[in-house]
């Protein structure tokens, strides 16, 4: 094969698509991660809110809210971030309501979780997917 | 301590007893998070706030816990039940050992 220009062009582009592609969200790790907060139980669905935007232009502020009627706590996790923890809210007998927001950053399009953790010990799960256009973890 | 670390929150001056209020929170820090590198490549180290705890009359309202991935000036809001009249005391705790804190008192119609 003779190697043109044009071939040489595609070439590069190709490898550096390649270079740019992001990397897989490791789910394996996060449901690591979510192993440790909810210690191994069974997580079901439930009563919880998780209101994130469906797109973020800037991944270094993405607004995120959860509300969990009855939950103790609350954790958020993303599942494409260097590391899969990102908050956890532990409500106190003042907590008007079992919900609260807060500003993350997320490296890239993924998914972001939020286990709560109920008053009878039971632990529920919501997901949504946010597509990020300019990652927020610095590199 | 960090530079610049400035607390801010609102909370309404009165309500009536037994009202829920909504609390908004936010402090200046650069929550840096530790992937960040310099222009040398070398590894930006960790410095955030990593807990976040919010007080009435020494009762809690809620405590926080904050890893890495939350925004620079780190904003919280939140509801909080008003049995009576007193202090809410707002506390942030750095990676360096700094505590910083904020008190405001609320009066019950």
Redesign the interface.
């Known amino acids: 094969m003779e190697l043109t220009r044009r071939k040489a062009l595609m070439l590069g582009a190709g490898a550096t698509a390649l270079a740019f592609m992001p990397s897989m969200p490791a789910t394996a790790a996060v449901e690591d991660a979510i192993a440790e907060f909810t210690g191994g139980a069974d997580v079901g669905e439930g009563d919880i809110t998780l209101t994130t935007p469906e797109i973020a232009e800037n991944g ?3 607004p995120v ?1 959860v509300d969990a009627p009855g939950a103790v706590s609350i954790a958020i996790f ?1 599942a494409g ?3 899969h ?13 079992h ?8 490296a890239g399009t993924q998914d972001v979780i939020a286990i709560a953790k109920m008053s009878d010990g039971s632990f529920v799960r919501a997901a949504n997917q946010v597509k990020v256009t300019i990652g ?4 | 301590m960090a530079k610049g670390v400035k607390p801010r929150v609102k909370v309404p001056k009165s309500v009536s007893a037994g009202e829920t209020i909504t609390i908004k929170t936010l402090i200046s820090h650069k929550m840096e998070s530790g992937q960040r590198k310099d222009k040398e490549g070398n590894l930006i180290p960790r410095s955030i706030i990593n807990r976040f705890t919010c007080e009435f009359n020494g009762e809690t309202v809620i405590d926080v816990n904050l890893e890495p991935a939350i925004s620079t000036n780190p904003y919280f809001e939140f509801e909080a039940k008003v049995p009576e009249a007193g202090d809410f005391k707002f506390t942030w705790y750095d990676d360096d050992g700094s505590v910083y804190e904020e008190t405001k008192s609320i009066a019950v119609n």
Request: with cysteine; charged share 10%; aromatic share 6%.
């Open positions: 270094n502020t993405v809210s993303a971030n260097p590391s923890d990102v908050v956890t809210f532990n409500f106190g007998p003042l907590a008007a309501s919900s609260a927001s807060t500003r993350m950053r997320l927020g973890c610095g590199g």
